[in-house]
């Protein structure tokens, strides 16, 4: 499948609540572009508009299609305490009318009251999300029970619940938002003079696969670098391969087109684990902002972009057409406030 008409008239079968402000701008970053020797590009989706933005909207604007197909009227996700994902199913669910029960995983060690009560979780307040805690942080399938038990009380009380699972054996429809953004991304990238590589955080998976299978499905061979942000490369490199299988199996099209070779990963800036912030990780916030008046979060695009400038000095990518994919994530700079500035 090379043709975007197709692989859009495949994605409309699926239903979608079109919520986002998309397309995102694809836009130049010369000074930090020039500090590296590189061209430097990002694909801005933390324009996405809603609740600050982010990937997730494109993500969640298919969940929530699921969700209005079944007449729900109330949402339930898992996320960890600065999660972007619930803050943003909140926000979305309420404007389409919905309630949202969230469950908080403890997956950061020894978080401050700080980081519990401000950035996203202050956002998920205000939008007055019932929130439930999990006491692990790396069991989905503990998590992802626990929350279909919420749901089912819920039902009990005569509610009609949606809930959008963590684990990744559940169906990839959020992945559906970035085969979408694929058909986006091409012509932009056309315009700009072409690319060389992209890079995106990985964690859920479901932006890396589904940006890779829709490039692919295109005829696109653009490298898609993932930067791990939860678990190392080995283990994110199973996640992403089997997200592409489900999602392409979701679509009814072939998954061959992405081969294990198509699975760039790099571990490198993932430091102690998921929300744990490092030096590296801090310093490539506060150059970016610097640079280029463009704030990137602890969790996802933070670890990006120390990945980024780390291989630009090392040689790794001189000279080269880079795009940085922002995912957004900014309220949870909020939540690390007493990490951030240098001493």
Known sequence: MRDSKLLGATLERFPRAEIGHLPTPLESMPNLGRE???????????CTGIAFGGNKVRQLEYYLGAAQAVNANLLLITGAVQSNFVRTAAAMGRRLGMECHIQLEERVPDISALHRTNGNVLLDRLLGATLHS?????????????IERIADKLREDGHRPYVIPLGANSAPLG????????IEVLPQIHAVGGIDEIVVASGSALTHAGLLLGLRLLGDKTVVRG????????????????????????????DQVV????VYLTDATLGPGYGQLT?????????????EGLFLDPVYTGKVMADLIAKAQENERSGKRVLFWHT?????????????LPD
């Open 259 to 262: 081969a294990p070779k198509d």
């Open 328 to 340: 957004g994530g900014q309220p949870a700079l909020f939540g690390y406030a007493d990490q951030l």
């Open 134 to 146: 999990y006491p692990e942080g790396e069991d989905e399938a503990g998590a992802d029970a626990e």
């Open 36 to 46: 590296l020797g590189l061209s430097l590009f990002v694909k801005r989706d933390d």
């Open 279 to 291: 030096t590296l990780t801090r310093g490539a916030i506060v150059r970016t902002a610097r640079a």
């Open 175 to 182: 992945a559906l938002g970035y085969v979408r953004a694929a």
């Open 227 to 254: 930067v791990c942000v939860r678990r190392n490369a080995t283990q994110q490199s199973a996640r992403v391969l089997q997200r592409v299988a489900a999602t392409a199996a979701l679509l009814g099209v072939d």
